[in-house]
C-alpha cells in the first residue's frame, strides 16, 4: 500500500487530454512538500518529468503539466500521443516516515 | 554527461547478504548539492525507495530496512555501495541507483542509472 495513491491505470485517445492524480495526507504533500513525476517505459529506467510540481526538466515537451494542491497532485498530458504510453510516478517525502515516497504508479493507454 | 551504474551480483541466496555499487561520472559526490540514492523496483511493482547518502555523508533509510541496510560513498573513486543483509525471495527487484542536485529533504531524482536485477533464490 503505497503512501501516495494513484489510479492504476487511465486512458485517453490520440490527442486528447488525460489527468493522473496522487493523492496524499498531511505528513507528505499537504505539509508542503513538493511533488515530482516519472515515465517509465518497459524495461527502462524512470526518467524525471515534472519536478517541483510543476517545472519540466529541459527537453520534456510542455504536453506535459503539474500541479499540485492541498493534499494531491496532478500530472496532466495534453495532445496523447502513442509514444506516451508508459507508467507514472509520483514522488514526494513523508515528514512522518521521514522518507521519500513513491506512488503505486499509473499505466497509460493510448486508444 | 552525467552517468550512473550499477553493478552487484545477478542472484544472492536466502540470507546472504547484497551488496551493490553505483559508479558515477560527470559530477563529484562531493559537491554540495550532490546526492545518491538507492530504489528499487520488484517485477511488475512500484518504486520503493531505500536508502539516501548526501555530499556530507548524512545518511537516510526507508524505515522498514533500516536495519537490514547500509550505504556508503568512496568519493574518489566516485562510487556508493548500498549493502542489505539477510536477503529474502520478496527483495527480488531491479534495483537502480539515482542522483539528487538537492539538499531538500523532498529531494527529486534527476538522473538514473539503468538499473540492475536482483534475484535471490536458493
Known amino acids: 500500500q503505497s503512501v501516495l495513491t494513484q489510479p492504476p491505470s487511465v486512458s485517453g485517445a490520440p490527442g486528447r487530454r488525460v489527468t493522473i492524480s496522487c493523492t496524499g495526507s498531511?505528513?507528505?504533500?499537504?505539509?508542503?512538500?513538493?511533488v515530482h513525476w516519472y515515465q517509465q517505459f518497459p524495461g527502462t529506467a524512470p526518467k524525471l518529468l515534472i519536478y517541483?510540481?510543476?517545472n519540466r526538466p529541459s527537453g520534456v515537451p510542455d504536453r506535459f503539466s503539474g500541479s499540485k494542491s492541498g493534499t494531491s497532485a496532478s500530472l496532466a498530458i495534453t495532445g496523447l500521443q502513442a509514444e506516451d504510453e508508459a507508467d507514472y510516478y509520483c514522488?514526494?517525502?513523508?515528514?512522518?516516515?521521514?522518507?521519500?515516497?513513491f506512488g503505486g504508479g499509473t499505466k497509460l493507454t493510448v486508444l | 554527461q552525467v552517468t550512473l551504474k550499477e553493478s552487484g551480483p545477478v542472484l544472492v541466496k536466502p540470507t546472504e547478504t547484497l551488496t551493490l555499487t553505483c559508479t558515477v561520472s560527470?559530477?563529484?559526490?562531493?559537491?554540495?548539492?550532490?546526492?545518491v540514492s538507492w530504489i528499487r523496483q520488484p517485477p511488475g511493482k512500484a518504486l520503493e525507495w531505500l536508502a539516501h547518502?548526501?555530499?556530507?555523508?548524512?545518511?537516510s533509510y526507508t524505515t522498514s530496512l533500516e536495519n537490514s541496510l547500509s550505504i556508503s560513498k568512496d568519493t574518489s573513486k566516485s562510487q556508493v555501495v548500498l549493502t542489505m543483509t539477510n536477503m529474502d525471495p520478496v527483495d527480488t527487484a531491479t534495483y537502480y541507483c539515482?542522483?539528487?542536485?538537492?539538499?531538500?529533504?523532498?529531494?527529486?531524482?534527476?538522473?538514473w542509472g539503468q538499473g540492475t536485477l536482483v534475484t535471490v533464490s536458493s
Open positions: 498531511s505528513s507528505n504533500i499537504g505539509a508542503g512538500y513538493d
Open positions: 514522488q514526494s517525502y513523508d515528514r512522518s516516515l521521514s522518507a521519500v515516497v
Open positions: 547518502i548526501f555530499s556530507n555523508d548524512e545518511k
Open positions: 560527470g559530477f563529484s559526490l562531493s559537491n554540495a548539492k550532490m546526492g
Open positions: 517541483v510540481n510543476s
Open positions: 539515482a542522483r539528487t542536485s538537492t539538499v531538500r529533504a523532498d529531494i527529486d531524482f534527476d538522473y
